[in-house]
């Protein structure tokens, strides 16, 4: 089964950034994602990108501020945040689209202050 660890997160002002990165065991899903979970909340999905990267897509919460990569040389997957807002604290996990139940990580805090 693949180990996903997640990387990157910290606390920020809101309107900062960060980088997040996702590093896998071995090969990573066809298709990848990024989830989050905030306090007292359910996980819900955040972005994911295909194989190729050609394809890509967003929660219209995140829509025009985050960007997800990916690097396949490196069984790496990135998610750029920008113009952080307080609603995006929450842990960062990265997972296959569907997410697999085995492969997931202890994820990633990202604080935003406001």
């Known amino acids: 089964q693949v180990q996903l660890v997640e990387s990157g997160g910290g606390l920020v002002q809101a309107g900062g950034s960060l980088r997040l990165s996702c590093a896998a065991s071995?090969?990573?899903?066809?298709?990848m994602g990024w989830f989050r979970q905030a306090p007292g909340k359910e996980r819900e999905f955040v972005a994911r990108?295909?194989?190729?990267?050609?394809?890509?897509y967003y929660a219209d919460s995140v829509k025009g501020r985050f960007t997800i990569s990916r690097d396949n040389a490196k069984n790496a997957v990135y998610l750029q945040m920008n113009s952080l807002k307080s609603e995006d604290t929450a842990v960062y996990y990265c997972n296959g689209v569907p997410p697999r139940k085995d492969s997931w990580g202890q994820g990633t805090q990202v604080t935003v202050s406001s």
């Open positions: 990108i295909s194989w190729s990267g050609g394809s890509t």
């Open positions: 071995g090969r990573t899903f066809s298709t």
